[in-house]
């Protein structure tokens, strides 16, 4: 291994310690090390992204951490493959697959190339409490074929997507308590079913998510997000009650916190408001200042003007 190479995978090694704890690696016989440990929070919550080509990870002893400070992992595998052994089982893990992990236990990540995977951190205690350690299937799989494993899987994704998004995050309904009933529904040996308003937050989600992606979109129309989202206008609107807004309302208000960003990022210092407004999902400029002022207090120009003398007087 080159003095980089060895460098780099000591820093990762580090890096992995402190977020899963330790583990034996071995490392590619063919090729030289690479690797990435990310540790994300948000809301309560806690997931680790790990990248790396070694071919295995290898956790030989239990740790002596009580119930108040360990995790129960949802694994999901982002690519590659991964065969994983835990408690006595193993299980063949590809892309898309998701599996339940110990953090106290003794197993081993047997790595086929570069491989990707995401962990969401669920404190054990709370997940026990909800349906009992010896209950709990680890090892096996969610089966995306099932209504209720899939909608775990959906889950985890929007989790995912909030998190890793960050304050640009797209405000989606996702708690720790959600996690919790996710991981105890979806790894008890019982058939344990999803509460209706899991799946109808679910839903709800995914939703919003379709709304975000296309905020810039001027000729945004609720009968299209419904047909996109496979349901009727007045289910889509249903959905929205609990906000005391409208879809339009929501999409309003999201655009708008869009474009206050924009006034305020460096890299758009160069661009008109109306362009801004344009980029945004605004057709006219009238409205969009009228709708910003509004909102926030002040007309667009002078929140950029206050905008750009903090972000002088932070550099000065």
Request: hydrophobic share 35%; aromatic share 8%.
């Amino acid at each position: 291994m080159s003095a980089c190479s060895e460098k780099d995978y000591e820093t990762w090694i580090d890096s992995l310690s402190k977020v899963c704890g330790r583990y034996q690696t071995k490392l590619p016989a063919d090729a030289a090390f690479t690797g990435s440990v990310t540790l994300r929070r948000a809301a309560l919550m806690e997931l680790s992204n790990i990248s790396t080509n070694a071919a295995g990870l290898i956790k030989s002893a239990s740790d002596d951490r009580d119930d108040e400070e360990s995790h129960f992992f949802m694994v999901l595998q982002k690519s590659g493959e991964s065969l994983f052994e835990q408690l006595g089982n193993e299980t063949l893990l590809s892309e898309g697959d998701v599996v339940l992990m110990d953090q106290r236990h003794p197993c081993a990540f047997r790595n086929h190339g570069l491989v990707e995977h995401v962990s969401f951190h669920v404190p054990s205690v709370l997940v026990t409490e909800l349906c009992g350690r010896e209950s709990l299937d680890f090892c096996r799989k969610l089966d995306r074929r099932s209504s209720r494993d899939n909608a775990i899987f959906r889950y985890l994704k929007q989790v995912y997507c909030e998190v890793v998004s960050g304050e640009h995050a797209v405000g989606l309904d996702c708690t720790m308590d959600n996690l919790v009933l996710a991981c105890a529904s979806g790894f008890s040996r019982t058939d344990r079913p999803l509460p209706a308003d899991f799946v109808k937050l679910v839903k709800f989600n995914e939703v919003k998510l379709t709304l975000h992606r296309n905020l810039s979109d001027p000729d945004l129309d609720v009968d299209r997000i419904a047909r996109q989202n496979s349901m009727s206008r007045r289910q889509l609107y249903r959905l929205f009650q609990h906000e005391n807004r409208t879809p339009f309302e929501w999409i309003k208000h999201k655009r708008l916190q869009s474009a206050k960003r924009l006034l305020a990022d460096d890299k758009f210092r160069g661009a008109s408001i109306l362009e801004i407004a344009q980029h945004c999902g605004f057709k006219e400029l009238s409205h969009f200042t009228r709708s910003f002022s509004d909102l926030f207090g002040m007309s667009p120009g002078s929140y950029r003007k206050e905008a750009v003398w903090a972000r002088d007087d932070l550099h000065s």
